[in-house]
T-cell receptor, first 116, second 110 residues
């Protein structure tokens, strides 16, 4: 059973370009979460999605950032017109919709975004 | 706002026991989780406390006191491979986001 997959693992963009980060959850998981981690910092929640629905986007900047989790295919985190401050590791996590009494999230390997 | 406080760094000797404390102030609370992250790696789940008391999983134990908004992670028989960052995290609801602390970097000396 493959774990959470993220690609690309490393992404370099110049200021003003778009960054597109992909996440495929574990098989059978219908909940996807995106987090951002700066060096020496904890993970900051960005957005929580279920298939075709954004459940909570309270951690996502209002401008330039968007996320989707379509009926078919991976979840996408899209950053438009990137700036140097967007450089960070972006982690995706997934969890099953039912089963455990608590939310154990399984993390992907992350995408390291560098903005030049 | 939401805040979780944990020490930024802890150093211990191989074979010893170490405790990492966490206090939290959040607008909601469903349970307290602990995650481990090695340098350059992904966070991995270690334990969860939904009720007060101690949960034991092998060499790792975790404790929660909801009335004190406090928990800790206890690592026994430390091994060099335990060198990593450890994050306490508040589960806001059963399926909702997790709020992470800034992490405690554990250094283990031979």
């Amino acid at each position: 059973n493959a774990g959470v997959m993220q690609n690309p693992r490393h992404l370099v963009r110049r200021r003003g370009q778009e960054a597109r980060l992909r996440c495929s959850p574990m098989k059978g998981h219908s909940h996807v979460y995106w987090y951002r981690q700066l060096p020496e910092e904890g993970l900051k929640f960005m957005v929580y999605l279920q298939k075709e629905n954004i459940i909570d986007e309270s951690g996502m900047p209002k401008e330039r950032f968007s996320a989707e989790f379509p009926k078919e295919g991976p979840s996408i985190l899209r950053i438009q017109q990137v700036v140097r401050g967007d450089s960070a590791a972006y982690f995706c996590a997934s969890s099953p919709s039912a089963g455990l009494a608590y939310n154990e999230q399984f993390f992907g390997p992350g995408t390291r975004l560098t903005v030049l | 706002g939401q805040s979780l406080e944990q020490p930024s760094e802890v150093t211990a000797v191989e074979g010893a026991i170490v405790q990492i404390n966490c206090t939290y102030q959040t607008s909601g609370f469903y349970g307290l989780s602990w995650y481990q992250q090695h340098d350059g790696g992904a966070p991995t789940f270690l334990s969860y406390n939904g009720l007060d008391g101690l949960e034991e999983t092998g060499r790792f134990s975790s404790f929660l006191s909801r009335s004190d908004s406090y928990g800790y992670l206890l690592l026994q028989e430390l091994q060099m491979k335990d060198s990593a960052s450890y994050f306490c995290a508040v589960n806001m609801n059963r399926d909702d986001k997790i709020i992470f602390g800034k992490g405690t970097r554990l250094h283990i000396l031979p």
